[in-house]
C-alpha cells in the first residue's frame, strides 16, 4: 500500500446501511417541528404527487455570492398536490418510553379511497369497514366524549389524513393514508381545529407558503442489483487482473474468519427511504376552474397566459390538474412517486432572499422543445395540414 501510505478513505457512507429494498413506498416521518404554543394551530405535512420537471430562470438574491443580482437558471420539481382529507383525530401521552396513544377518533362518513386502504383486495371483500362503528345509535355522544378525553388528557394531537388520487390522472383509486401533527395553540385549540377539519378538503396553500423551506420524504428510484464499482464507488482492479476487474480485491483477512459489513459487496441499489431537506417552495400553483385562463406559469418579466403544464405534458405523468408546487432542485424518485411533505425539522438560519422568477419553461419535455404554448407554435407554422378542415 505505498501507493496509499498515509491515508485510505474508504469508498461509500455506512450511515445507510442496510442499503435494500424499503417498506414503505412513500415517505415515512418519524418526527415532526418542534410545537410552539404561541402560534395559531396549523398542520405540519402534506402530501404529494411527483409530476415532472423544468427549469425556470431568476433573478439571484444573494449576497456575497458572485452571482448576486444576476440571473440564473436553476431546475425545479412539480408536485402535484391534491386536496387531503382529515378523517380522524389521535391523541398521545408523554412518557419517559416516548409518546403512547391514548385514543382515536374517527369520523362518520368514510371515501371509497381511504376504504380500499383497509382491504387487501376491495374487489372480494364484503367492504364492511367501519359499518358497525357508523351504525351505532350512540355515535355522536361517543365522538364528543372522545374529543372530550383527548382535550383532558393527551399532550400531542394529530389527525389522520389521506390522498385523493382518484383527482389526478393516475390510475390508483387506493388513498395513501398518513398521521400528520397539528402544532400550535393548547391542547383544547388543537382538538377544535382537528374536529373542524374533518371530512373537509384541506388545500396545500393552507399549509405552506411560497418561498419557505420543506423537507421531503421519499422512496429513491430504484436500480436493481448492482456491483461493488456502481454501487459503492470503489476502483477497479487493473486491466489484466484474473477473472474479472470491477470487483473488491480483498474482502478481508483470514481471522476474524467472516466478512465485515462494511467491506463494499454487490446488491440493492436504489428504491430506499430518504429525506431530502430544506428544499424550498418556489411557487404554489391553484387548481383553474372551468372556462377559467390558467396563468399560474406567468411571471412579471414574461406576460405569456401559460399554465404549468408543458406542451404534451409532462412525459410518464400526463396533465396537471390540482393544485401544485414548484420545488427547487431534483426530487427522490420517478414519476408519479408518492412523497411527504414536511415542515421544515432545521430550517436554515442563513438569508434566503427574494425568489425573483423571471421566466418558467413549458416547452415540451420529449425533445428539443421550441414553443412555449400552442398559440406561439401555431402563429410560427401557420395553419397545418392535420389542422385544415377537409
Not at 61 to 79: L, M, N, Q, W, Y
Request: some cysteine.
Amino acid at each position: 500500500m505505498s501507493h496509499r501510505k498515509f491515508e485510505a478513505p474508504r469508498h461509500g457512507s455506512l450511515g445507510f446501511l442496510p442499503r435494500k429494498r424499503t417498506k414503505k413506498h412513500r415517505g415515512k416521518m418519524r418526527a415532526f417541528p418542534a410545537d410552539d404554543a404561541s402560534k395559531a394551530c396549523h398542520l405540519t405535512a402534506f402530501f404529494g404527487y411527483k409530476a415532472g420537471m423544468t427549469h425556470v430562470v431568476r433573478k439571484l438574491d444573494r449576497p456575497g455570492s458572485v452571482s448576486h443580482k444576476k440571473e440564473v437558471c436553476e431546475a425545479v420539481t412539480i408536485i402535484e398536490t391534491p386536496p387531503i382529507v382529515p378523517v380522524a383525530v389521535v391523541g398521545y401521552k408523554l412518557t419517559p418510553q416516548g409518546l403512547r396513544t391514548l385514543k382515536s377518533v374517527w369520523t362518520k362518513n368514510l371515501n371509497e379511497d381511504v376504504r380500499r386502504r383497509f382491504y387487501k383486495n376491495w374487489y372480494a371483500s364484503k367492504k364492511k369497514a367501519f359499518t358497525k362503528y357508523v351504525a351505532a345509535e350512540d355515535f355522536d355522544a361517543k365522538f364528543d366524549a372522545g374529543l372530550a378525553y383527548l382535550k383532558a388528557n393527551a399532550d400531542v394531537v394529530r389527525v389522520v389524513a389521506h390522498s385523493q388520487p382518484g383527482l389526478t390522472g393516475l390510475r390508483q383509486k387506493t388513498a395513501h393514508v398518513l398521521e400528520i401533527q397539528v402544532n400550535g395553540g393548547s391542547v383544547e385549540d388543537k382538538v377544535d381545529f382537528a374536529k373542524a377539519l374533518l371530512e373537509q378538503n384541506v388545500p396545500v396553500k393552507t399549509v405552506f407558503a411560497e418561498g419557505e423551506f420543506i423537507d421531503i420524504l421519499g422512496a429513491t428510484k430504484g436500480h436493481g442489483y448492482e456491483g461493488v464499482v456502481t454501487r459503492w464507488g470503489v476502483k477497479r482492479l487493473p486491466r489484466k487482473t484474473h477473472r474479472g476487474l470491477r470487483k473488491v480485491a480483498c474482502i478481508g483477512a483470514w481471522h476474524p474468519a467472516r466478512v465485515g459489513y462494511q467491506v463494499a459487496r454487490a446488491g440493492q441499489r436504489g428504491y430506499h427511504h430518504r429525506t431530502e431537506r430544506n428544499k424550498r417552495i418556489f411557487r404554489i400553483g391553484e387548481k383553474v376552474g372551468a372556462g377559467e385562463v390558467d396563468t399560474s406559469a406567468t411571471t412579471a418579466a414574461d406576460l405569456t397566459q401559460k399554465g404549468i403544464n408543458p406542451m404534451g405534458g409532462f412525459p410518464h405523468y400526463g396533465i396537471v390538474r390540482n393544485d401544485w408546487l414548484m420545488m427547487l432542485g431534483g426530487l427522490p424518485g420517478t414519476k408519479k412517486r408518492p412523497l411527504t411533505l414536511r415542515k421544515a425539522i432545521q430550517p436554515p438560519a442563513r438569508f434566503s432572499g427574494d425568489l425573483n422568477l423571471l421566466f418558467i419553461d413549458t416547452s415540451s419535455k420529449y425533445g428539443h422543445g421550441r414553443f412555449q404554448t400552442d398559440a406561439e407554435k401555431r402563429k410560427y407554422l401557420g395553419t397545418l395540414k392535420k389542422d385544415k378542415e377537409e
